[in-house]
């Protein structure tokens, strides 16, 4: 536990109000919330996110999962999930810190160790037991914030350690397994960067296949046992999401973000809108505007 006291501060020190903060260290993010917070969809990035205080519930589908200073949240692979923090207060804040993926420096570290990757059954998106040798590399990688001259030499290394303590902990299986080129969650992988890099177009479900050097229905039955949804659905709500950023971080007007994002029909970007946010654009961003929810995925 002094572990995660320790890593509890150092967040605190760099995030004293609620919001989030994209740190200087490259993957790193850091979030805080004073309150419990609404369910919110977003597309979390292939990450490991760590809780210093408080806890939070995440959902893919039916399948629900809460993490919390016991136990880290592991994304395999980039993944549209609701989630609010259920624990924080003024007293107590909602302290976490969010390490992206490196896929080029986990696929290095494999290959270094041989490059074994049996195909693994695990789940893409995961909650362990917490680690204290992952904690304090997690704190050290925090604390190079109070020393930015040090971020260059020294955030790749603690980096490095990190995926190191992934690969040889209880989800290491599936993170070999993603990585390697064939493996039908490297697969699926390709395919939401695919539709992550051209959401806002209009996508064929054969474009994003050969993208992902699999059939048609292929890319369908896995992409859904995956993400719970279709390609196509995934794409929506990533519109979306962009699309409800537009109007709240940049004053966008509905009619432009939906425009912005694909649509060419406002109503039926109202009405896509309302079914996944629970309410109209305007109304819902005038919502969270009064009530100063979070917008993060973490």
Not at 10 to 19: D, E, F, N, V, Y
Not at 151 to 162: K, Y
Not at 280 to 294: H, T, V, Y
């Amino acid at each position: 536990m002094d572990r995660i006291a320790d890593l509890a501060a150092s967040i605190a020190l760099q995030i004293p109000r609620t919001g989030m903060t994209v740190t200087a260290v490259p993957r790193l993010s850091l979030f805080r919330a004073d309150r419990p917070t609404v369910p919110l969809p977003a597309v979390y990035d292939a990450c490991l996110c760590l809780i210093a205080q408080g806890s939070k519930h995440v959902s893919l589908g039916e399948r629900n999962l809460v993490y919390d200073p016991a136990h880290y949240l592991l994304v395999s692979v980039d993944l549209p999930l609701v989630g609010h923090v259920t624990q924080a207060s003024p007293a107590a804040p909602y302290l976490c810190c969010k390490i992206d993926i490196d896929h080029a420096a986990l696929a290095d570290l494999i290959l270094a160790e041989g490059g074994r990757a049996p195909k693994a059954d695990l789940p893409a998106l995961a909650v362990y037991r917490s680690d204290d040798d992952l904690i304090d590399a997690a704190c050290r990688l925090v604390r190079l914030l109070d020393r930015p001259e040090s971020i260059p030499a020294l955030a790749p290394l603690i980096e490095r350690e990190i995926l190191y303590r992934l690969l040889t902990g209880p989800h290491g299986p599936a993170l070999r397994y993603m990585t390697v080129a064939d493996s039908r969650l490297n697969q699926v992988g390709r395919a939401i960067a695919t539709i992550r890099r051209g959401f806002d177009q209009h996508l064929r479900i054969d474009d994003i296949a050969a993208a992902a050097n699999m059939s048609p229905s292929s890319l369908h039955e896995h992409f859904k046992a995956v993400t719970r949804m279709t390609p196509l659905e995934y794409q929506k709500q990533l519109r979306l999401q962009e699309a409800r950023r537009l109007m709240l971080s940049e004053g966008a007007s509905a009619g432009s973000a939906g425009f912005a994002v694909g649509y060419e029909s406002p109503s039926q970007f109202s009405r896509e809108y309302a079914r996944l946010f629970g309410a109209p654009p305007k109304r819902d961003i005038e919502r969270m505007q009064a009530s100063g929810d979070l917008l993060t995925p973490v």
